[in-house]
């Protein structure tokens, strides 16, 4: 007996919960990005002075270090939803994918660069 939640490619309710899965996702990263920025822009405003050593200091410390890492992700989470949209199928019938592949790539490769950058600078903290 299969209910209405049925995974059945026939039921055709796989595709509203995917669509349902991907709105809940945009929105969580929304909020999420929201949240961080507010917080990175306030905190940031409240240093003392700019000068490199004071920001390298800050970013070393674990809760400034964890919530920019998580920074990194979101904004790469959310970038992935507007590639998603910005390549779709009916804009680039034949080379969307190759583009979705191709922005997801460089993606990836900005996201890694900036969690491992952020985790150099907090582990080496104590070298001046």
Same mark, same amino acid.
């Given at each position: 007996m299969?209910?209405?939640? =049925? *995974? %059945?490619? /026939? %039921?055709?309710?796989?595709r &509203?919960? *995917? =669509?349902h $899965?991907?709105?809940?996702y945009?929105?969580?990263?929304?909020?999420?990005? /929201?949240l /961080?920025y507010?917080w !990175?822009i +306030?905190?940031f /405003?409240? !240093?003392?002075v700019?000068?490199?050593?004071v920001?390298?200091?800050?970013?070393?410390?674990t809760?400034?270090? !964890?919530?920019?890492?998580? !920074?990194? @992700?979101?904004?790469?989470? &959310?970038?992935?939803s507007?590639?998603? #949209?910005?390549f779709?199928e009916e $804009?680039?019938?034949?080379?969307?994918?190759?583009?979705?592949?191709?922005?997801?790539?460089?993606?990836?490769?900005?996201?890694?660069?900036? +969690?491992?950058? @952020?985790? #150099?600078?907090?582990?080496h903290?104590g @070298? =001046?």
């Amino acid at each position: 007996m299969m209910n209405s939640y =049925s *995974d %059945s490619p /026939l %039921s055709g309710n796989h595709r &509203y919960r *995917d =669509s349902h $899965r991907t709105d809940f996702y945009k929105k969580l990263t929304a909020a999420a990005n /929201l949240l /961080l920025y507010v917080w !990175l822009i +306030v905190s940031f /405003l409240e !240093l003392p002075v700019y000068d490199f050593n004071v920001i390298r200091r800050w970013v070393a410390q674990t809760i400034v270090a !964890l919530p920019m890492i998580f !920074l990194a @992700i979101s904004t790469y989470g &959310y970038a992935c939803s507007f590639v998603d #949209k910005l390549f779709s199928e009916e $804009r680039f019938p034949k080379a969307g994918l190759y583009f979705q592949i191709a922005a997801y790539f460089y993606m990836i490769i900005f996201a890694a660069i900036a +969690v491992f950058s @952020i985790l #150099k600078i907090a582990f080496h903290s104590g @070298i =001046s």
